[in-house]
């Protein structure tokens, strides 16, 4: 590993939080790459995607959340002419500065001045939320705001949040806040710097407005927050591709391409005849004519149908040419079965014996389930598995039918470099169960290597 890289993320947390359950690990010193293959840990590719929630330096979270992301930068930044310009024109704009830094798009989006700047406050018992500006295409949206109050640091950590639709409803799709966390930041001052960033599901409309509603030391702050349509009315391209990939007799179909101001979505398609099920793009990236790579930074969608994949924006770039590049595809056999005895510890059937369980702890009112994925390699190490449908359902020996408790989504410890056991816990309710107990496994370790490229444009 570089020393610049190992400056740049000098210590990285991974929390996935799950009801008030808390499982940490700590990455040391890592690279880029890595630390790209991390946030898309928190892809959840259901279709029922809501709200995420993150604590600590980098937060991911599966289930019906997506992805947190909360980037460890350097002090030292560099803008372009135009993007000084506008930090000038948006007042407290100077604190955000290494937060977008850590966004290519972000950047480009606002090199071009593609911003709504606004000054929105709520204020309740001595703590301010502001809505310094929003930056929105119709499928992102980024809401940059800073919290103030008693106690309050620019390391303190927002408790909650909701952000609602027009008509009460959250925002579905994948929703992120990304804190600054810098340790030579720590006496930065009283001031909270911070954004939500907000991926659409697919089908989804962008709103008129969202009600941001956000939990500060135990005091509830709300803003509408109207977003301007018109600043990004036809800024979108649309392109079919229709490129079929064979790996091993397995078939995924690029189906086409959407190129917004803030992200490439890529839709892949999976043909329903397909033995095994795809879980992701090992390495995906977009490249263009002149090598500039657009990374893949989230997705979500289906397992068995159809994926999107987000990346970098070239919206700006203006490339001639974007080409689908991976070096394989993540595919694991369908309908396993996890078959374990909670009070022997035995696991009788698995469907990878690298995956076994590791015993329970009782908590509130439940079990919390501890198991272990051992001795990945490097590739598999770069993706998080879901491994037991989330909200599913599993079955005790008489045929009974039960519950997981995971509302707020899989919690999972792992280490830098798979030196450790990958722990995933899952939450049962305390029953008197007639053991084993069968879970239906969704995704688990596995992949085809073939190098894949396939023109975008």
Sequence with gaps: MNDKAGNERQLIEVVLKNDRNYVECEMLSMEEDKLDAAI??????????????????????????????????TAFVRVSPSFAAIIKEIPGFTGFVELIEGDKTLVSALDNEFIQPMSLTDEKNGFKLTVNGVIADDNRLVILYTGEGPGITSE????????????GEGVRGAIGFSQLRSDDKKDAGSVLYDYFDVSLQDGEVMPEKVDLNVKLKGQWLQLSVPIDHAR????????????????????????????????????????????LQTNGMIDAVLKDEKGRIYKWKTGMGDYHTEMVYHF?????????????????????DRDRLFVINTETGQTSETPDNRITYNGKQEDGDGYV?????????????????????????????????????????TQIKWSAGGLEPASYYYKIPIADYIQPLTFRVQQYPGYILKPISIAIK
């Design 232 to 275: 990004f009315a036809g800024m979108r391209e649309e392109i079919a591709v229709n490129e079929v990939i064979e790996l091993n007799g397995q078939r995924l179909t690029v189906k086409s391409a959407v190129i917004t101001p803030l992200q490439v979505r890529v839709i892949v398609e999976a043909d329903p005849s397909n033995l």
């Design 312 to 332: 970098q924006s070239s919206y700006f770039s203006k490339p001639k040419k974007l080409t689908f590049k991976a070096d394989g595809v993540y595919m694991s």
């Design 369 to 409: 389930l501890q198991i272990d994925m051992a001795n990945l390699d490097e590739t598999e190490q770069k993706l998080g598995y879901t491994f037991l449908e989330h909200q599913g359902s599993f079955t005790d020996a008489s045929g009974k039918t039960y519950n997981l408790l995971d509302k707020d989504g």
């Design 156 to 167: 303190t950590e927002i408790e909650d949040f909701k952000l609602l639709k027009e008509n």
């Design 40 to 73: 898309r840990h928190g892809l959840e590719r259901g279709r029922r995607h809501t709200v995420t929630r993150s604590r600590r330096r980098i937060s991911l979270k599966l289930g019906l959340s997506a992805v947190c992301i909360l980037l460890l930068l």
